[in-house]
């Protein structure tokens, strides 16, 4: 009877602590919406964004409103912003944000498992590998290209603008991420709706 009784209680253990370490690892993985404002002199936009928490590292993702972009990069010529727009509303602009629960500086060696200066040219010349875009037309997209954006360890962040053509403007998007960099496997962002001028 004490065998079988300590047999019964180790076998509860370790379902116990199965079960503990499932839901800590669900809880780890998890994801939250809010939205973003961008503003360009009179001009506001409403726009999604979404974050992944995975293990130490939050990956948000949003949608850059093209027009603010291309008001943002036309400062001077505000009535060319519309011919502009005409010109490339099947683009998408896309800004990603990583950064530490800490706030420590992702680009170190302990978390990228290369040099400092290695992960730098990554972030600049390789990350846009890694993503790409599937439409609600399932047409899948690589991006076309990246700027990385240097902050020099002023902002506790690293921000990619990514960059995507010859999308339908009225497509949704599922970004996908196949991280390369930090190594927690592929990450997916779903967009389900387009940024909304307020």
Request: hydrophobic fraction near 35%.
């Amino acid at each position: 009877m004490g065998a079988n009784n300590r047999f019964f209680w180790g076998i509860l253990s370790v379902i116990i602590i199965s079960i503990f370490f499932s839901c800590k690892e669900k809880d780890s993985n998890r994801y939250e919406t809010s939205y973003k404002i961008f503003n360009h002199k009179q001009h506001d936009w409403k726009s999604k964004s979404i974050t992944q928490f995975i293990g130490d590292i939050n990956y948000t993702a949003t949608e850059v409103p093209l027009q603010y972009y291309l008001l943002k990069n036309n400062p001077h010529n505000h009535q060319k912003v519309d011919s502009l727009y005409q010109l490339n509303k099947r683009e998408r602009v896309l800004q990603i944000e990583f950064q530490h629960a800490d706030q420590s500086d992702l680009l170190k060696q302990e978390y990228t498992h290369r040099s400092y200066e290695d992960a730098v040219k990554y972030m600049a010349f390789t990350i846009n590998k890694d993503f790409s875009v599937v439409t609600s037309s399932n047409d899948t997209i690589a991006c076309s290209g990246v700027n990385f954006e240097r902050n020099f360890k002023i902002a506790p962040f690293k921000r990619v603008l990514l960059y995507f053509n010859d999308i339908n403007p009225e497509d949704h998007i599922k970004l996908i991420y196949q991280d390369q960099l930090f190594g927690n496997g592929i990450i997916k962002f779903s967009f389900n709706e387009t940024p909304l001028i307020l």
